[in-house]
């Protein structure tokens, strides 16, 4: 048996749309919030303090979006960084992450993330009104993302953990437990397989170290300037010139005493087909 459909508009001889399980009347348009996905791979340097600029695929306009230096016709897509990553030097070139875009309405199309929800990831990932780095509570409002020329909204934001180690380098004498010091970050080289430094580089991370050291009465050494260890990123609430802060995981207390420039130029690591493991 078949079920004669019912045309609402006979005059136009179009029929309704029908659900494909329930054969029932189908939604034209499908309201509710709807998360867009799409992969970028970091195009350019990351020296940004809360984005990164990428290449990828904007499923909005449904068209590869490429980077180069210079290049109105190749501008990149400034992707957010995860609120607990919003520090520079956290991410190389080449590296490839999911990145997310919420909107709402029809699935075809794009519009505004609802206004009466206070904490808006929504179309903007935003940047927290005042807490610098990760907002304090689901409470704190957030302002619109723009990038440095004040012309473009940042929409899309990394799908990244932020627990990742960070490998830096001490740029000054441990100065004890509690006292704040500075560190540089180290590139990884997948053909050294080590990580490398730019000395030529004054962006330095501000760190702090939490460990029972010897000049608190502990047994922990305090090692010299140019020791290296892990650190992990923390975020910073009271300090204007730093949103996060890296904290001592473990550090070699055997400094070499010295700082190698490897001569990194834009974050990439020199071409080299030695074997590291000779």
Not at 171 to 186: A, I
Not at 202 to 207: E, K
Not at 235 to 258: F, Q, R, Y
Request: contains cysteine; negative net charge.
């Amino acid at each position: 048996m078949t079920k004669k459909r019912r045309r609402p508009t006979p005059e136009f001889g179009i029929p309704y749309p029908v659900h494909p399980i329930g054969a029932g009347y189908a939604d034209l348009a499908a309201q509710g919030l709807f998360p867009y996905c799409a992969m970028m791979q970091v195009a350019k340097e990351d020296v940004h303090q809360d984005y990164v600029i990428c290449r990828g695929f904007d499923i909005r306009m449904r068209k590869f979006i490429d980077y180069e230096e210079d290049n109105d016709d190749k501008p990149g897509i400034p992707v957010a960084k995860p609120y607990g990553k919003r520090v520079k030097h956290v991410y190389q070139i080449g590296q490839v992450f999911g990145a997310f875009l919420p909107t709402q309405g029809p699935r075809d199309w794009v519009c505004p993330s609802p206004a009466d929800v206070d904490w808006r990831v929504g179309q903007n990932p935003g940047v927290a009104e005042t807490t610098p780095g990760h907002p304090a509570d689901l409470d704190e409002a957030i302002n619109e993302m723009m990038t440095d020329d004040e012309t473009k909204y940042v929409n899309w934001m990394l799908i990244d953990t932020a627990d990742d180690l960070i490998w830096c380098m001490l740029m000054e004498d441990h100065p004890g437990r509690f006292e704040c010091f500075y560190v540089l970050q180290g590139v990884w080289c997948p053909k050294s397989a080590r990580f490398l430094f730019d000395c030529d580089s004054t962006d330095y991370l501000l760190a702090i170290d939490l460990h029972y050291t010897q000049s608190a009465g502990g047994l922990i050494p305090e090692p010299e300037k140019f020791a290296q260890g892990w650190f992990k990123l923390m975020p910073l609430e009271n300090n204007p010139n730093h949103k996060m802060i890296a904290v001592v995981v473990t550090l070699d207390c055997d400094s070499d005493g010295s700082c190698e420039n490897h001569g990194l130029t834009d974050g990439e690591c020199p071409d080299t087909e030695t074997d590291p493991c000779e």
